[in-house]
């Protein structure tokens, strides 16, 4: 029997998606957009109509620039053009609705919205719960244990570690150490030099981690690997790079969670507040009722 649930919400993503794929149809009485405001709340809504999530973590990146990660590799995620006004201020908005709502809502200016979410994952399983990530990114697969689920909202998919495999080449906890590897376009980490995809879940899956490899790079030549011999030396040359993206790949789990409390439990609806937002970000009628619905109000 499969314990309950606690549904780990990568916020950021959601809003992302909602801003490149609404219309850009609503705008505030000072003229700026409002359309990842409205696709954000669309998404809060269809989340509790399929899941009716009693426990949620709601987490938002704050850290666009001011991470940890920037202190150890200025170049993490440093591809990524700066967030618009335009989009900054409707983060602060969807933050607004989803407290108002009851959820708990966490964001931190040195960790990003995964190291939250495995923050908040560890307390619950403290508590005796299992973890729901709601999202497509790869790098929360590293936190899957035993009955948690990965949920891929927009493909409607689910997976949980024994899954993994099958998508990436390696297990669930070897994700962080085949992302040092092989690196990770999307946050800017290069990776070693000449190591792909299959050659470093080769290399994870055969010493099971990173570590492992560089305490013995010195086999590495005796593989049945393509180019081995200089993958070996491109890895001794290269092993603190290794050392270092490895430290960017890894959730920190020890991220402050604020005030919320595990399981973390929905907490009172604010319904004045959301009645207000509903006026002030012009939501039509099926929103507003929908969005009471999932505070818990008649309309």
């Not at 909602?18 to 609503?26: R, V």
């Not at 929360?140 to 990436?168: C, I, P, Y």
């Not at 085949?178 to 010493?207: E, M, R, W």
């Not at 040359?237 to 270092?244: G, I, P, T």
Request: glycine share 6%; with cysteine; charged share 25%.
């Amino acid at each position: 029997m499969n314990r309950p649930a606690v549904h780990l919400v990568d916020a950021s993503m959601y809003v992302f998606r909602a801003w490149h794929s609404m219309p850009d149809a609503w705008h505030d009485e000072d003229g700026w957009p409002l359309n990842a405001v409205h696709g954000f709340a669309r998404f809060l809504c269809e989340l509790h109509e399929r899941e009716r999530p009693a426990h949620i973590v709601v987490a938002f990146d704050e850290a666009l620039d001011s991470c940890y990660r920037n202190t150890l590799y200025p170049q993490y995620k440093a591809n990524r053009p700066p967030a618009p006004e335009e989009l900054r201020r409707q983060f602060v908005t969807c933050k607004a609705i989803a407290d108002a709502l009851g959820l708990n809502v966490m964001s931190h200016h040195e960790f990003e919205a995964d190291d939250l979410i495995g923050a908040a994952m560890v307390l619950a399983r403290e508590k005796g719960f299992r973890g729901i990530i709601v999202s497509a990114d790869k790098d929360l697969s590293q936190l899957l244990q035993d009955d948690d689920e990965q949920f891929d909202f927009a493909r409607n998919t689910r997976w949980t570690h024994a899954g993994v495999k099958a998508k990436h080449g390696v297990h669930a906890h070897q994700i962080a150490d085949y992302l040092a590897l092989c690196g990770d376009a999307v946050d800017n980490i290069p990776g070693i030099q000449g190591i792909g995809q299959k050659t470093a879940a080769q290399l994870i899956s055969h010493f099971d981690s990173l570590d492992a490899l560089l305490d013995r790079v010195d086999e590495v030549p005796h593989l049945r690997i393509r180019g081995a011999h200089g993958i070996a030396l491109r890895l001794k040359a290269q092993q603190a790079d290794a050392r270092l993206f490895q430290q960017l790949t890894r959730i920190a789990t020890h991220a402050p969670v604020g005030e919320a409390q595990p399981p973390f439990a929905r907490t009172a609806v604010d319904v004045s507040r959301l009645t207000s937002l509903c006026d002030t970000l012009k939501f039509g009628p099926l929103t507003r009722r929908r969005l009471l619905a999932v505070a818990g109000v008649t309309a």
